[in-house]
């Protein structure tokens, strides 16, 4: 699976932007999906995740009530909906891939379960 991601730029606090991923390659069928980000000089940290069927998700505490993932699978792609952006959001936002019964693992939201990984597409947030 290859995962391109886009949407990302620059934004004013308050402000939305909405994030894509599209894969190609192998089917798209059973894996569960996330977003993460990496701000400059810290570590990797999980954003969103949303399972095959779309009916379950999950967010990091620092996004919830802003931050909205959902997917189409007819169109290969999963989305990110953020809104009320603040600067602390300004980070290179990642997709990722990984089997669908790994969602439900607790470890899921270290990143290390994930197979596959897009090339990121940056987000600044200016205050």
């Known amino acids: 699976v290859q995962l391109q991601a886009c949407g990302g730029g620059l934004v004013q606090a308050g402000g939305s932007l909405r994030l894509s991923c599209a894969a190609s390659?192998?089917?798209?069928?059973?894996?569960?999906m996330a977003w993460f980000r990496q701000a400059p000089g810290k570590e990797r940290e999980f954003v969103a995740a949303?399972?095959?069927?779309?009916?379950?998700?999950k967010y990091a505490n620092s996004v919830k009530g802003r931050f909205t993932i959902f997917r189409d699978n007819g169109l290969n792609t999963v989305y990110l909906q953020m809104i009320s952006l603040k600067p602390d959001d300004t980070a290179i936002y990642y997709c990722?891939?990984?089997?669908?019964?790994?969602?439900?693992?607790?470890?899921?939201?270290?990143?290390?379960?994930?197979?596959?990984w897009g090339e990121g597409t940056l987000v600044t947030v200016s205050s």
């Open positions: 390659g192998r089917t798209f069928g059973g894996y569960a």
């Open positions: 949303i399972t095959w069927s779309g009916s379950s998700t």
């Open positions: 990722a891939a990984t089997q669908g019964g790994n969602y439900y693992r607790d470890d899921f939201s270290t990143g290390n379960l994930m197979q596959y």
